[in-house]
């Protein structure tokens, strides 16, 4: 267990710093001029040319990335070309909310998802199961974007149950958390009926119900329990899912999260923030990944770490 | 649409200059507006800076002309200069030595009164490299510029602090534009002892003289500001506070404006919705509408064949069917025909510019050697109405015979390619055009057509370089006497007369303003469309509910 961890953290590391020299050179080789955005309009060249040398972005790349790393290890993620404020600064204030985002998004998914896919596996086959599974299937299609302003437009201004975007309550929290919920509740939803209908097959459920025991408690105590630790050991995988969305959804309902942050920089060309934002969400990735495989083996004794 | 009254300029700065410094009559801030209130303004991205020697986008401009000030500023809504923290001026009779008397008693937010020195200081902050000020070039005809600029010195010999309430500017050459440049923000006076102590964060929490202060900031969710007891402009703010909610979505912004929640989108009515506003005479009765100190254009790389070719360049003129571009936008626009917007002083009311003629431009083009047209490329911003109008500029142009491919890329991705001599035939503007830094004739023409803005990584993507306009918009720049400002327009307007016969752009429109405000905002029109504060002057506007 030990060394299977050290193994894993040496190889999530080296996934970072390659992750890092990607995004580094990706930038670098961007054919737009950071110091150009940053400069404006009405700068002289020499200013432009000041401005370079004082960023260090007058040097080659290998020298750019090398500063970047050694400043990274200590903790350094630079300062935004266009806010002047310390990266760090900038991603530790959003980073709260995106985390409690990300907590709303998973119960949603869990919530809608799970409950959705047991109720299709015991009717299987019926009209039931497959409007469920259609919906499902919406849910993971549909784009967030329109999601997200259709139930704006419904339960906010229409209805007004909920605020019209912002921060702040936990009526703020539904909205984007169902937005981010409905794509992952869709895959969950296929993943439980799919589980669900495999340990009602088990010889174990005949058994159960030949001794007579009532339907609530087969599918309650004795098949649900097996059916749901495959699946919510997925979470851990989901982060990745989720990097993807908060980008759109923080947008749509002005939720002030790291991935509006990243949203705004990859506009304005801000490359210390798009690479801050990067490093963290593939951090979060990695250590998602991590932990889903750590845990895989309490829930399901068969999985053995080597 | 305001017009510029260029006489009236002239009068004003005349009186000043005599030593009339009571006639600013303290702008008339009306008695019976009753202070008090708070309203909400909503954008869409964080707010970058509020140091005014690095803030340089539209949003961070107003929000630094209230927190800060300058020795000059604008009457509001208007692009007529006034003197705001200094007293008066003169100007000597060559041009070349501004002395400024300063306000008494002006204090910044810590309760410091502000003198002189802190002008002294400002200045030589805003020139010094390791600010890495984007506005440093404005100060260029500063004495010392260049030593400071070039890190030998560290204070602009051409500042001189006469005494606690006057300070002296010498200039390597006259300079008719110094007033504004002295109104910019980057000229903005800041206290030493809150920048020394807040070094590279001084912009998170930024200290002026200005109307408002800040009294809260929250990372990328809001900012706050309040008003300013001790500010010296007696009766100014209106307002006790603003709150400027930050990462609301131009759509969001509008159905909360619809439920009261917030009284000004600040990044506008979204385009989506536009008519949809426009044809509700409720919503409709709440918009501002005003001209705006832009022109947007297509350039033609004048070193590049054929564009080399001034005949080909007219062409193109006489192609694009203007009036079209401007319905596509819901006619939130009007057709250009010279570089300079209508409310900029020195606009050519007479010039009639290129009229659109197919057939006309058919001939020209044949006559330039190109019967059958060429290929080309057009290259344009990828957002939101830019596609669809270099599309409309494609039609148009196919209509000659020129067969131009669409390069829609990421703004910055445009501005390299145009100021790469090799990089774009033909750019559309749009989203990328010129604003102007402050309401003078001449900041449409240095960086954007000048042969200064012809160098590798500059803005002049025409490329086009006339050093015999150089030399005239020199000396247009040199006539510094207020009494003269008339003639110099006439100069300027001259220039850029000269510059359309040689059509190294095709204007297509000066984009007009619409400012969404809430019932409850009052205040004169002009301050929700004013030139110089995006989208409306903090400082002067009130709330209804509380009168």
Redesign the interface.
């Known amino acids: 267990m030990i060394a299977y961890l050290g193994r894993r953290l040496i190889q999530s590391l080296l996934i970072l710093l390659g992750v890092s020299l990607i995004t580094f050179a990706l930038l670098y080789l961007?054919?737009?001029?950071?110091v150009?955005?940053?400069?404006?309009?009405?700068?002289?060249?020499?200013?432009?040319e000041?401005?370079r040398r004082?960023l260090g972005l007058d040097q080659p790349f290998i020298v750019q990335y090398w500063h970047y790393l050694a400043r990274l290890l200590g903790g350094d993620l630079g300062?935004s070309y266009?806010?002047?404020?310390e990266v760090t600064?900038?991603i530790v204030?959003?980073l709260p909310?995106s985390l409690l985002l990300m907590v709303g998004a998973i119960l949603c998914e869990l919530a809608i998802g799970l409950t959705m896919g047991l109720i299709a596996a015991v009717r299987r086959g019926t009209a039931t199961d497959q409007t469920l599974m259609v919906a499902s299937f919406v849910g993971v299609s549909a784009p967030q974007f329109v999601v997200g302003?259709l139930l704006?437009?419904v339960f906010?201004?229409r209805l007004g149950w909920f605020p019209?975007?912002?921060?702040g309550s936990w009526r703020h929290l539904v909205l984007p958390s169902l937005t981010m919920g409905i794509l992952g509740a869709g895959w969950y939803a296929r993943m439980m009926r799919s589980s669900m209908i495999d340990v009602l097959r088990q010889d174990y459920m005949r058994t159960a119900r030949a001794k007579g025991l009532a339907r609530g408690a087969i599918l309650f105590r004795h098949a649900l329990p097996n059916a749901i630790l495959p699946v919510v050991a997925m979470i851990g995988i989901d982060v990745g899912v989720f990097m993807g969305g908060i980008v759109v959804v923080?947008?749509?309902?002005?939720?002030?999260?790291i991935g509006?942050?990243a949203w705004?920089a990859i506009?304005r060309?801000d490359i210390p923030i798009i690479m801050g934002v990067t490093l963290v969400s593939a951090f979060a990735i990695v250590l998602g990944n991590l932990l889903a495989d750590i845990i895989a083996p309490f829930i399901d004794p068969r999985i053995k770490l080597r | 649409m305001r017009r510029f009254l260029a006489s009236t300029v002239a009068a004003s700065a005349l009186a000043l200059m005599l030593g009339m410094a009571s006639a600013r009559a303290d702008d008339a801030v009306d008695p019976n507006i009753k202070q008090g209130g708070a309203i909400t303004i909503t954008y869409k991205d964080d707010v970058a800076t509020l140091d005014p020697a690095i803030g340089y986008d539209w949003q961070n401009w107003s929000m630094i002309k209230s927190l800060f000030d300058g020795l000059m500023d604008y009457e509001p809504g208007t692009t007529k200069l006034k003197p705001d923290l200094a007293e008066s001026y003169e100007i000597s009779p060559d041009g070349k030595t501004f002395t400024f008397k300063l306000r008494h008693g002006v204090k910044f937010h810590n309760g410091r009164e502000m003198t002189a020195d802190d002008v002294k200081y400002s200045l030589d902050r805003v020139t010094n490299p390791k600010t890495q000020s984007p506005g440093a070039g404005f100060f260029g005809s500063i004495k010392g510029y260049d030593d400071v600029a070039a890190g030998k010195a560290q204070s602009l010999s051409g500042v001189t602090v006469v005494d606690p309430y006057t300070i002296k500017f010498e200039l390597v050459r006259p300079d008719a534009t110094f007033l504004h440049v002295m109104a910019i923000n980057f000229s903005h006076v800041v206290p030493k002892e809150e920048v020394e102590k807040y070094g590279a964060d001084f912009g998170k929490h930024p200290v002026g003289t200005g109307a408002f202060k800040l009294a809260e900031w929250t990372l990328g969710q809001r900012i706050v500001f309040e008003r300013n007891a001790d500010y010296w402009h007696k009766g100014l703010p209106h307002l006790d506070k603003i709150t400027f909610e930050i990462g609301q979505e131009p759509i969001v912004a509008l159905l909360r404006l619809q439920k009261g929640e917030i009284d000004v989108p600040g990044d506008g009515i979204p385009p989506a919705k536009f008519q949809e506003v426009m044809s509700d005479p409720e919503q409709k009765a709440r918009v501002v509408v005003g001209g705006q100190l832009h022109t947007g254009y297509i350039t033609m790389n004048t070193t590049m064949a054929p564009f080399d070719n001034v005949k080909v360049r007219q062409a193109v003129n006489m192609a694009i069917n203007k009036d079209r571009i401007v319905q596509m936008i819901n006619n939130r626009a009007v057709p250009a025909n010279q570089p300079l917007p209508p409310s900029m002083p020195g606009y050519d009311k007479a010039f009639k510019g290129y009229a659109y003629d197919v057939a006309k431009a058919k001939a020209l083009l044949a006559e330039a050697g190109h019967p059958d047209g060429f290929e080309t490329q057009l290259f344009a911003m990828n957002t939101d109405p830019n596609p669809r109008i270099a599309q409309a500029i494609q039609q148009d142009l196919a209509a000659i015979g020129i067969k131009a491919s669409i390069q829609s890329l990421a703004q910055a991705n445009v501005i390299a390619a145009g100021g790469d001599k090799a990089g774009a035939p033909m750019i559309w503007s749009g989203g990328m055009a010129w604003i102007a830094d402050f309401p003078d004739p001449s900041n449409f023409y240095g960086p954007i057509l000048g042969c200064a803005g012809a160098v590798p990584g500059g803005w002049n993507w025409s490329w086009y370089c006339n050093k015999d306009l150089d030399a005239k918009a020199a000396e247009a720049d040199s006539v510094v006497d207020p009494a003269k400002s008339a003639d110099r327009e006439k100069m300027w307007s001259a220039i850029y007369d000269k510059i359309m016969e040689d059509a190294p752009w095709a204007p297509v429109f000066n984009e007009q303003r619409f400012t969404l405000k809430s019932a409850r905002m009052g205040g004169a029109d002009n301050l929700y469309v004013d030139p110089v504060h995006i989208p409306i002057n903090y400082d002067n506007v009130y709330v209804k509910d509380v009168q």
Do not use: K, M
């Open positions: 961007l054919p737009a001029d950071p150009r955005q940053i400069a404006g309009r009405s700068a002289t060249p020499e200013t432009v000041n401005i004082q300062r266009i806010q002047r404020s600064e900038l204030s959003r909310a302003l704006l437009y906010a201004v019209i975007g912002g921060y923080e947008s749509v309902f002005g939720w002030p999260g509006q942050l705004q506009q060309v």
